[in-house]
């Protein structure tokens, strides 16, 4: 794909290609110049949508589904208006149901439902926070798909970011739908399935922006828009019951790298035919105003780069930010700067990019990270994950001494290319201050413009709300505090409370023409993966790692006589994260006769049930460390019998 060069696109901001108020003010339903705008504004090139036959039987759809189409082949077939049933019952209308993605920001999967026919919207992951101790990743509950999963057409994805793609490999593992997306998107899939062994296996669609995709009931547009990964879409679901619109993470950038900016005019195109519902990103709906634009942090890192003469760089990002990404590599090329990479998962990113034409490298640019030692700090810039604190990333392991490639110097100029995420702010704090005890100059959030957004703000939102007149509107894509901001523009613009409902995840939504409302929830829980395990780390064994790190583990082993009862020898106490033996004598001593007291009681009134006699060891051991230490840690009955 072609790249513009930088001085060839403008870099007028977006507040002023809109600042006419009646756009900005644009109410649902409202006649103002907005129309007239679009409609004389220069269209966006697309494909052309795809017109395919709809499977003939209930399963997976054709191979064939998608079809690559060249422009100029034959006229545009434009997507046949839906039908509106006559119906009036909600229960028979379109009904989507939330299994991620709602009060949280992160494991995001929508699944739509009309008649014998279901669709999903995305599958990704989150992150562990810290109540969760030991846990990799959390993924969606799938056991609603399960239940389902004869009438599922297959999986349509927005773009390639791990809260939308993370959890599809222990989707595919179970169940053999096939997946939709741009081409990109599918590089970075194949990757993911690649390391779980699926990639010989998976049913894999690419689609470009512009096509149409007919799933059953259900004829799934791509809409072309801007975000921090190249190839993000928007989706333009089109049912019988009316177009609903997924706005997927997006923002409005006027001069993005890619060239392209969001096809603002298909969805006003839309918005005059009719939409039923509009789902959309709330991530940013607390943030007034509309979002920089990517080019921002590329000029930023020009006069950073050039400022750092002699020193060497290092800059921290997220690995699957692709245009922050080519443009340190633009810019360290053009000051004759080699450029190495530091993370798996941003040299993965950074070679499917490459090989599918979306990262432009100058030939002898980069190096391995092995060589870059030979070159002089002037001449070198380490592009690095870690950019959220992340405690094995790249950038907190050369923080802390434990990188075994590079090590801080005194003469580093490190760069964090991005803003702590809801949550991080601690970790990212301690990751930059071992950076400073290191003589390193940190340069972090607001000091430059060295990170801007993926995700539309205010005004932006008001624009797609503008611009598509939803009958409908439900926020998505963000925790609770975001859904409710969101839906306030909402009301701003003139949507009446009855048609705008923020929901959470286990809720169904029953639409159609003449109705709006919640039917029964769905399970739609948190997995938890840790290590090789999936879904069997629950609540319990959650609470018992977290009262092991809180107040540590007492164990009282035991041997007696199975047939009189009697006890042979013990208690031993042993003890971990609780207190230090040696200084806590009379302290163990104290547990230990203890237990043996009550042991001896049990058995005196023929309690001689082992369960039950652990239970009041736990019970009166616990109240007597608890009176002498005020902690409680985990209390473990060990009894032998022989």
Avoid: W
């Avoid at 409202?30 to 697309?46: H, V, Y």
């Avoid at 801007?452 to 932006?460: F, K, L, N, T, Y």
């Avoid at 939504?509 to 109705?515: D, G, L, N």
């Amino acid at each position: 794909m072609g790249r513009r060069p930088l001085d060839r696109i403008p870099t007028t901001p977006l507040d002023k290609i809109l600042e006419d108020p009646k756009i900005i003010n644009a109410s649902v339903g409202g006649k103002n110049q907005l129309d007239s705008l679009i409609e004389n504004a220069p269209p966006i090139r697309r494909t052309e949508d795809v017109v395919v036959p709809a499977p003939k039987r209930r399963g997976r759809p054709p191979k064939s589904a998608v079809k690559s189409a060249e422009a100029g082949d034959r006229k545009t077939k434009p997507t046949p208006a839906p039908s509106t049933p006559n119906s009036e019952s909600v229960a028979s209308g379109l009904k989507i149901a939330f299994l991620g993605g709602l009060g949280e920001v992160g494991k995001n999967l929508t699944l739509y439902e009309y008649g014998e026919d279901m669709l999903l919207v995305d599958c990704g992951l989150a992150f562990p926070d810290q109540d969760m101790p030991g846990v990799d990743l959390v993924i969606p509950d799938f056991s609603y798909i399960a239940r389902n999963a004869d009438k599922i057409r297959g999986v349509v994805i927005t773009h390639g970011h791990e809260d939308h793609i993370g959890s599809l490999p222990y989707l595919l593992k179970e169940f053999k739908f096939p997946v939709f997306a741009t081409r990109l998107t599918i590089g970075l899939i194949k990757g993911k399935l690649r390391e779980h062994g699926l990639h010989h296996t998976a049913d894999l669609n690419e689609v470009e922006a512009g096509q149409t995709v007919f799933l059953g009931n259900f004829q799934v547009e791509y809409i072309h828009i801007n975000h921090s990964i190249p190839d993000a879409v928007s989706l333009a679901i089109h049912t019988p019951e009316g177009v609903v619109i997924q706005t997927g993470d997006f923002k409005i950038d006027s001069t993005p790298i890619d060239g392209d900016m969001i096809d603002l005019a298909r969805f006003a195109e839309l918005g005059k035919k009719g939409v039923l519902a509009l789902l959309s990103d709330s991530t940013n709906a607390e943030r007034p105003g509309y979002t920089q634009s990517e080019r921002i942090v590329g000029e930023s890192f020009e006069t950073l780069f050039r400022r750092a003469e002699g020193r060497r760089l290092i800059v921290a990002s997220f690995a699957s930010n692709i245009h922050r990404v080519q443009q340190i590599i633009d810019v360290a090329s053009s000051l004759g700067r080699k450029v190495a990479l530091s993370g798996r998962s941003l040299e993965n990113v950074v070679s499917i990019s490459s090989e599918l034409g979306y990262l432009n490298v100058p030939e002898n640019t980069l190096v391995p990270l092995d060589v870059a030692r030979n070159y002089p700090d002037e001449k070198l810039v380490i592009i690095t994950t870690g950019s959220q604190g992340e405690p094995m990333s790249a950038l907190a392991r050369m923080a802390f001494s434990e990188h075994r490639k590079i090590e801080i110097r005194t003469t580093d100029c490190v760069i964090i290319s991005a803003t702590p995420i809801p949550g991080n702010e601690k970790t990212v704090g301690r990751v930059i201050n071992e950076l400073m005890k290191k003589g390193a100059e940190v340069v972090y959030e607001k000091m430059y413009d060295v990170h801007v957004s993926g995700h539309a703000c205010q005004e932006e939102l008001k624009l797609i709300i503008g611009l598509t007149k939803p009958k409908y509107f439900i926020p998505v894509h963000g925790e609770l505090k975001h859904l409710r901001k969101h839906a306030a523009l909402a009301y701003a613009m003139g949507m009446p409370k009855e048609r705008v409902l923020i929901a959470e995840n286990g809720a169904v939504v029953h639409m159609s023409a003449k109705s709006f409302g919640l039917g029964n929830p769905v399970p739609a829980g948190r997995v938890f993966v840790d290590g090789f395990g999936v879904g069997d780390v629950g609540s319990i064994v959650l609470r018992d790692r977290k009262l092991l790190a809180q107040d540590g583990i007492m164990v009282l082993s035991m041997t007696v006589n199975s047939a009189a009862y009697e006890l042979i020898s013990g208690p031993e106490v042993f003890t971990r994260g609780f207190v230090y033996v040696k200084e806590a004598e009379e302290l163990i001593e104290a547990a230990r006769r203890t237990a043996a007291h009550v042991f001896n009681l049990c058995v005196s009134n023929n309690m001689i049930e082992m369960q039950a006699i652990k239970g009041k060891i736990r019970d009166t051991v616990g109240q007597l460390l608890f009176e002498r230490t005020k902690r409680t840690p985990m209390i473990l009955p060990v009894i032998m019998e022989v």
